[in-house]
């Protein structure tokens, strides 16, 4: 399972219609693109991250990711929405280390 998780700052004033926007834009043009699993919108709390808000989302295998990172719906997001509205973001995507995997409860 591949998480691929961007956080990043909106060029938009917090709280405005423009912000409204482009989560509601978002979500209804990347999650139905094919295999992409849990997509969810985050909110950084951290004061030690510059970014304020994250995207999630999981694939079941590097061809499922590198199917969505292609398809057409999510390339012309990204040069028609992304590319204007996001002023500053970071992309980490991650599996579960095969060694130590998840530790505790």
Do not use: C
């Amino acid at each position: 399972m591949i998480t691929h998780s961007v956080f990043f700052n909106l060029q938009h004033a917090p709280g405005s219609a423009e912000e409204q926007d482009f989560f509601a834009k978002s979500l209804r043009i990347l999650t139905p693109i094919p295999g992409v699993l849990d997509f969810t919108v985050l909110r950084q709390t951290s004061p030690k991250a510059p970014w304020q808000f994250g995207f999630s989302m999981k694939f079941t295998s590097q061809n499922a990711y590198d199917s969505y990172n292609n398809h057409p719906d999510h390339l012309d997001y990204v040069n028609s929405i992304w590319l204007k509205e996001v002023s500053s973001f970071q992309e980490i995507d991650h599996i579960i280390h095969p060694e130590y995997g998840t530790q505790g409860s």
